[in-house]
């Protein structure tokens, strides 16, 4: 499965600065997923970055909010604007390998996560 | 739009017993997935189920897959305290141009002693 190397692992950040997570793929993938963890909760699909175009957002997030780059297809920056305390979330890139038959498990792949404590 | 149903969403069994945790999901999917989260650790892969009748089996761990009746369950044989852990099953669907993952709202699992 792909490696991810997603940095900073965690951050303390004022409320109303900014905050830009990475994620860098060890090969090439045409798309790479953005989702956001809140405590105690499940993962939500913040948006769907493709190389060379815009990203996709789901309903309820904006690019105003959290914009992304994907300058190539190893690499993508989430960023999360002028945060508040409700933005305290693990971050999480994750990318998507295509399945071969008879593999036990593969698929989507997970960035070590960005924990976000907004104060 | 796609619901992901797990159950029980809290699960505190005994070393040595069986049980099994429930994922039903509300739209058409050949695709479904089961990761495990540890605390403050990022999601692990545990299986990808890709047809109806689909079974796979890695150590206690055991996943199937029914397409029709849109249920995956997760099985744990005789369990250890190693396998306490939030367990996530994640349904993908394709919608426009891609496909979506979506999460079911994940099952803590504490396996005492």
């Known amino acids: 499965s792909a490696v991810i190397s997603q940095k900073p692992s965690r951050d303390i950040c004022q409320r109303g600065t900014s905050l830009t997570i990475q994620c860098q793929v060890d090969?090439?993938?045409?798309?790479m997923f953005w989702y956001r963890q809140q405590p105690g909760q499940s993962l939500t699909l913040i948006a769907t970055?493709?190389?060379?175009?815009?990203?996709?957002?789901e309903s309820g997030f904006v690019i105003d909010k959290f914009p992304i780059s994907r300058p190539n297809l190893t690499f993508s920056t989430l960023t999360v604007s002028n945060m508040s305390p409700e933005d305290s979330s693990i971050y999480l890139c994750?990318?998507?390998?295509?399945?071969?038959?008879?593999?036990?498990?593969?698929?989507?792949?997970f960035g070590s996560g960005t924990r976000l404590t907004v104060v | 739009e796609l619901k992901v149903e797990q159950n029980p969403l809290f699960l505190s069994m005994q070393e040595g017993k069986n049980y099994t945790i429930y994922c039903n999901y509300s739209?058409?999917?050949?695709?479904l997935y089961w990761y495990r989260q540890d605390p403050g650790k990022s999601l692990e892969s545990l299986f990808v189920?890709?047809?109806?009748?689909a079974v796979k089996q890695e150590g206690r761990l055991m996943a199937s897959l029914d397409t029709k009746a849109r249920l995956s369950t997760l099985h744990i044989t005789a369990a250890v305290h190693d396998l306490s852990a939030t367990y996530f099953c994640?349904?993908?669907?394709?919608?426009?141009?891609?496909?979506?993952?979506?999460f079911g709202k994940g099952t803590l699992l504490t396996v005492n002693p």
């Open positions: 994750s990318v998507e390998r295509p399945p071969f038959a008879g593999a036990v498990r593969y698929g989507y792949t």
């Open positions: 090969s090439q993938v045409t798309m």
């Open positions: 970055a493709n190389q060379g175009s815009e990203a996709t957002y």
């Open positions: 739209t058409t999917s050949d695709r």
């Open positions: 189920l890709l047809s109806n009748g």
């Open positions: 994640a349904v993908d669907i394709f919608v426009g141009s891609n496909y979506k993952l979506t």
